[in-house]
């Protein structure tokens, strides 16, 4: 039983962060497709860690417990989207096969490796997408149309096994890969939604099979790597809003957004580093 002192000013601060990730979490969903676990993940590691989950599990119960928070949101998000028309069949069907199976290796790994490795890859994934959100250009290109097919299940493999070891949908990868073949932003945004679909399914089902062999140092209430109080406290709000992110993402214009999100992952990353490094 993991027991933590915890005043009534840390309890409120504590309930105002993780409804505040609520709402962030379905908004970057709709605006970028993707699922916000970018901003759950850093949350529910403070969260967690305030209430004393040991530390060589405490990672690998934010990514579980991120991956199963926007299963809804990304559903809903996608089907926003796809209401719009603006999804492209092709490259799901492409894309998630591979993706899943990268999942799949991603949550063989959080039930063997240090939770060191996936502090590590998250801040080397939200690096690379804080560096394109931030200093990336449109002219930005790897070429004028997607790959073949091999390729493209590479880059859909890299995308589910990089999601599964840090928490995410894939969204905002997937993105920046669309993007850099010149595909229009919001066709990308809508097939990214759709991506993230099967990838928080795959890799909230893997972190709970992954986590019943530590049920003993997790807190109560949890299914593996997978905390239901964390779930229920984030998910509904998460997922009530991201229609209204997806409606916003066909009207604004996304830069001061993109660099505002950008700086976030980077503050993030650093919160992460330090950890690294004092540990």
């Known amino acids: 039983m993991i027991i933590a002192d915890i005043s009534l000013n840390e309890l409120v601060w504590l309930m105002a962060a993780v409804?505040?990730?609520?709402?962030?979490?379905?908004?970057?969903?709709?605006?970028f497709g993707i699922g916000g676990g970018a901003v759950t993940v850093p949350v529910l590691f403070e969260v967690f860690r305030i209430l004393g989950v040991p530390e060589e599990v405490r990672m690998q119960?934010?990514?579980?417990?991120?991956?199963?928070?926007?299963v809804p949101t990304t559903v809903r998000s996608y089907r926003a989207h796809r209401a719009r028309g603006?999804?492209?069949?092709?490259?799901?069907?492409?894309?998630?096969?591979?993706?899943?199976?990268?999942?799949?290796?991603?949550s063989i790994a959080a039930a063997v490796a240090p939770a060191a490795v996936l502090e590590w890859a998250f801040v080397a994934v939200a690096g690379v997408i804080a560096g394109k959100l931030l200093l990336g250009?449109?002219?930005?290109?790897?070429?004028?149309?997607?790959?073949?097919?091999?390729?493209?299940a590479g880059y859909g493999f890299s995308i589910?096994?990089?999601?599964?070891?840090?928490?995410?949908?894939?969204?905002?990868?997937?993105?920046?890969?669309?993007?850099?073949?010149r595909v229009?932003?919001?066709?990308?945004?809508?097939?990214?939604?759709?991506?993230?679909?099967?990838?928080?399914?795959?890799?909230?089902?893997?972190?709970?099979?992954?986590?019943l062999h530590?049920?003993?140092?997790?807190?109560?209430?949890?299914?593996?790597?997978?905390?239901?109080?964390?779930?229920?406290m984030i998910a509904p709000i998460s997922s009530y809003v991201a229609p209204l992110g997806a409606r916003l993402a066909h009207r604004l214009a996304k830069r001061q957004l993109e660099i505002g999100f950008g700086i976030f992952l980077v503050v993030a990353?650093?919160?992460f580093l330090v950890s690294l490094i004092a540990g």
Do not use: D, K
Not at 19 to 31: C, D, K, R, S
Not at 61 to 70: E, F, K, P, R
Not at 86 to 106: C, E, K, N, Q
Not at 222 to 228: L, Q
């Open 160 to 181: 589910g096994l990089a999601s599964s070891l840090m928490g995410i949908s894939g969204g905002s990868l997937a993105t920046i890969v669309m993007t850099l073949y």
């Open 61 to 70: 119960l934010c990514v579980g417990t991120s991956l199963a928070i926007i």
């Open 269 to 271: 990353s650093l919160r």
């Open 86 to 106: 603006l999804v492209v069949s092709a490259v799901l069907r492409s894309w998630a096969p591979p993706a899943v199976i990268g999942v799949a290796i991603g």
């Open 19 to 31: 409804m505040a990730a609520g709402i962030f979490t379905g908004l970057l969903a709709g605006l």
């Open 214 to 232: 530590h049920q003993a140092s997790l807190p109560p209430l949890s299914i593996g790597f997978v905390s239901a109080i964390g779930v229920i």
């Open 137 to 152: 250009r449109e002219s930005w290109t790897l070429g004028r149309h997607l790959p073949g097919r091999t390729a493209m």
């Open 184 to 211: 229009p932003i919001h066709n990308a945004v809508a097939t990214s939604a759709g991506l993230g679909v099967p990838i928080t399914i795959a890799g909230a089902l893997g972190y709970v099979l992954a986590g």
